[in-house]
């Protein structure tokens, strides 16, 4: 029944006009907004929601959306420049950029103004 509809993912922030600058302007999305709602319009079409939940919100403490790279030095080099702070986590062996390469593709984390988790990654 559910195999033919078009569905997406969606998660939640605290402030949805500090995620439409952030989506928007830091990473570079294209970002529309109809009823409080945000929708990221990211490559190849796929569409996500980013819904309000103001107090209620609990940061995701997983990744909620990986972006492919081609060089993720050069990737996470333009986003620090565009003000992106990468996280640490003990353990993973990340290099000075905050790149770990270890096991699976090179990997580097960091949050949204909500505290959710991203990543780019080299595939």
Known sequence: MLGTTKAFSGFSVNDTGAAKKFYG???GIRVTEEN???TLHLGGGTE???Y???DGHVPATFTI?????????KAVDELTA????FERYEGLG?????VARGEGPPIAWFTDPAGNIL?????
């Open 94 to 98: 990340q290099d000075e950029r905050g």
């Open 82 to 85: 565009r003000g992106v702070r």
């Open 48 to 50: 996500v929601l980013a």
């Open 25 to 27: 302007e830091t990473l």
């Open 65 to 73: 959306l990986n972006f492919p790279v081609e060089d993720i030095d």
């Open 36 to 38: 409080g709602l945000l």
């Open 52 to 54: 309000p939940k103001g």
């Open 119 to 123: 990543s780019v990654l080299q595939l």
